[in-house]
């Protein structure tokens, strides 16, 4: 089944105590993408990679950091988490950053930073 | 003004209603034009996609996209309580990030 695998669901963390929200698809698709979804704000992009080894900043980045070592995997980190980044979190990727129009969403990661 | 314009709702409508949502943007380079639907705790799916103007139709569902007035919109006919959802519009001029709308929350009452 194809699919993009976020861990994990549900997360409460302390401010300041690094964390990483990992992703997965098994579609093999290029282009992968993190978002945070917030009331009133909708979805903004944080970071995006168009392919192994090549990220780049979305609207959002500040306060997060991504890699993209392998085609498949695209782990997101809060090196120094804030209350700020209380959010819900999307993972999404698709077949190529020209066809980021149909966009495969993981399940999303509810993170509270207390 | 904000590339991608949505209202918000809350929409509630009854079961067998035609519903119509829609978005304006400002944008005249955006060419790809996509409806997204999100249940409850779950992440946005894929619903329908149109290229340029035009209307597209799958099933119950319909998309228009008029580029002259930057307006686009989705008709969902005979609306089940299943559709209940929140709704996000998304575009792009092509080979760059989408730009979603905020996304329309929709209660179809049985």
């Known amino acids: 089944e194809a699919q993009v695998t976020q861990n994990p669901r549900y997360l409460i963390t302390v401010t300041g105590k690094k964390l990483t929200v990992t992703c997965s698809q098994n579609m093999n698709h290029e282009y992968m993408s993190w978002y945070r979804q917030d009331p009133g704000l909708g979805l903004r992009q944080i970071y995006y990679?168009?392919?192994?080894?090549?990220?780049d900043k979305g609207d959002v980045p500040e306060g997060y950091k991504v890699s993209r070592k392998e085609k498949r995997n695209f782990p997101l980190i809060l090196e120094s988490p804030s209350p700020n980044q209380t959010s819900l979190y999307f993972c999404?990727?698709?077949?190529?950053?020209?066809?980021?129009?149909?966009?495969?969403f993981g399940q999303g990661t509810r993170l509270t930073v207390v | 003004q904000k590339e991608v314009e949505q209202d918000p709702g809350p929409l509630s409508v009854p079961e067998g209603a035609i519903v119509s949502l829609n978005c304006t943007y400002s944008?005249?380079?955006?060419?790809?034009f996509m409806w997204y639907r999100q249940y409850s705790r779950k992440g946005p799916e894929l619903l329908m996609y149109t290229y340029s103007s035009g209307n597209k139709e799958d099933g119950r569902f319909t998309a228009q996209v008029d580029k002259s007035s930057k307006y686009i919109s989705l008709f969902i006919r005979d609306s089940q309580p299943s559709d209940s959802a929140t709704y996000l519009c998304?575009?792009?001029?092509?080979?760059?990030?989408?730009?979603f709308g905020k996304g329309t929350r929709l209660s179809v009452i049985a």
């Open positions: 998304a575009m792009t001029p092509g080979g760059t990030p989408l730009v």
């Open positions: 999404a990727s698709s077949r190529t950053k020209t066809l980021n129009t149909e966009a495969f």
């Open positions: 944008n005249s380079a955006f060419q790809y």
């Open positions: 990679s168009m392919n192994v080894e090549v990220t």
